[in-house]
């Protein structure tokens, strides 16, 4: 093939990259081309101009895309290089949220963006979205008490989430480095302390929500808490943990400046309650969570962290697989939280929420699948089990002492028929109990181990 020829295929490559600044696939690229070329062709063209440096190309070998390089390309690469399925209203999102700082407009908080949306009648998600999800996160345990199915996948629950929420913060925590901390208490070496301290705080929310449920609710007492939480020891005014903003703040990485009248950002907050209260779909109710808490930026820092686990709460209240964000990159959801501060667009985010809860449910069906049917006796004394348990070891009784308050328990709340069941029960528990599962009984590693010392 003579030059002229690779060179004419080539600059109609180009011409077409740069009708796709965000990137175009493989068969894109094969659709747009006005003249005839195989793949195998097209390939070696991209690959050549990728080594000349007139392209990028970002992505695995299944979803890979190219791209124009441009003056800007090298800082953009590094925040473009992620492939999810994305609408082409998302993809014009993240194009917009990923042009220079000042390109983009300043833009302060548009009160509209909440004061438009009516529950049940506004929807973030369409029909057929929520339809997906229910399908997908629907459980077996659909009709047991509300927390019953995050209860069955709580310790991988607990690490999932706690990892995930952290690690879109940037905190640099393995995965098993965050589960030996959770579980065993074992601090990482080389980490910054507010990194462990992230972590443990992310824990203790997780267990709120699951050991709370006639407070749990789109409720002050619950968000407030939440931020408590997860902003324990971590925010440079003490009083400003669990308590709404009352200062100005700015976000990085946005030309979006977030309300600064105390008395507005608190009106607004209990607006935000107010109509997630009265929303019906669950899914729906999860995703408005995720995005008009951060929005409001309500709190002085922690707002996205208190939106991620807040989003759960109707998860876990209609037993549906919950959300720990597992897999997503950093900058799609980043980007996708820029659209709601600076377009009030919701749709980046909403195709990472749903793409996120798909990789969630697929999890936890696989966990629940291993885990196989569950004792119809320990859900419904569940509380009552854990709660014995907690008290022998807390109070370090040896094997005599906790038979005499197993007993005494069975035969003060249960039924004739069901006690030495329930003894037998409570009995397994605490000698199945080691280093790895006391988070359930929500014990510290040190009363473990004093405990396991007068055991005996």
């Not at 807390?394 to 094997?399: A, R, T």
């Amino acid at each position: 093939m003579v030059q002229s020829e690779i060179e004419a295929q080539n600059k109609a490559i180009l011409a077409i990259l740069n009708e796709f600044p965000l990137g175009a696939s493989l068969a894109q690229l094969q659709d747009k081309l006005a003249i005839q070329l195989n793949i195998r062709t097209l390939q070696r063209r991209l690959t050549a101009l990728t080594k000349a440096g007139k392209i990028t190309a970002f992505g695995n070998q299944r979803t890979r895309r190219y791209s124009l390089v441009t003056p800007e390309s090298t800082i953009r690469s590094a925040k473009l290089d992620y492939v999810l399925p994305l609408s082409q209203q998302a993809l014009a999102v993240r194009q917009k949220v990923n042009q220079p700082l000042t390109l983009r407009k300043p833009i302060g908080y548009q009160r509209d963006f909440l004061d438009s949306y009516q529950p049940n009648t506004t929807f973030y998600l369409p029909k057929t979205v929520r339809k997906h999800l229910h399908d997908i996160g629907k459980t077996q345990v659909i009709a047991q008490p509300a927390g019953t199915y995050a209860r069955q996948v709580f310790n991988r629950l607990l690490i999932d989430l706690s990892w995930n929420s952290s690690r879109l913060e940037g905190n640099t925590y393995s995965l098993l480095e965050t589960e030996r901390l959770l579980h065993f208490g074992q601090t990482a070496d080389g980490k910054q302390l507010f990194e462990t301290q992230m972590l443990l705080n992310h824990k203790a929310a997780i267990e709120f929500l699951l050991e709370n449920n006639n407070e749990i609710g789109f409720n002050r007492y619950t968000i407030l808490n939440l931020h408590a939480l997860l902003s324990d020891g971590l925010l440079i005014d003490p009083l400003a943990s669990g308590r709404l903003r009352q200062i100005p703040v700015l976000v990085g990485q946005t030309t979006y400046l977030p309300l600064e009248v105390p008395q507005l950002i608190s009106e607004c907050f209990d607006q935000i309650i107010e109509k997630a209260i009265f929303i019906q779909d669950p899914y729906e109710q999860a995703f408005f969570a995720l995005v008009q808490l951060p929005y409001l930026q309500a709190f002085e820092d922690v707002n996205k962290r208190v939106s991620r686990l807040a989003a759960n709460i109707p998860l876990i209240r209609e037993n549906l697989s919950p959300l720990s964000f597992i897999d997503v990159p950093e900058q799609a959801y980043i980007d996708g939280i820029l659209g709601i501060y600076e377009l009030n667009k919701v749709e980046l985010l909403r195709d990472v929420f749903v793409w996120a809860y798909e990789r969630s449910s697929a999890r936890y069906a696989a966990v629940r699948q291993s885990l196989g049917e569950p004792d119809p006796f320990k859900v419904k004394y569940r509380d009552l089990i854990k709660e014995v348990v907690r008290s022998v070891v807390v109070d370090g009784l040896n094997k005599e002492q906790a038979t005499k308050i197993i007993q005494q328990v069975a035969q003060k709340s249960l039924p004739a028929n069901e006690r030495t069941r329930f003894i037998e029960v409570a009995e397994l528990e605490l000698l199945s109990l080691h280093e790895g599962n006391i988070a359930r009984y929500r014990l510290r590693p040190s009363e473990y181990k004093s405990w396991k010392e007068v055991f005996k």
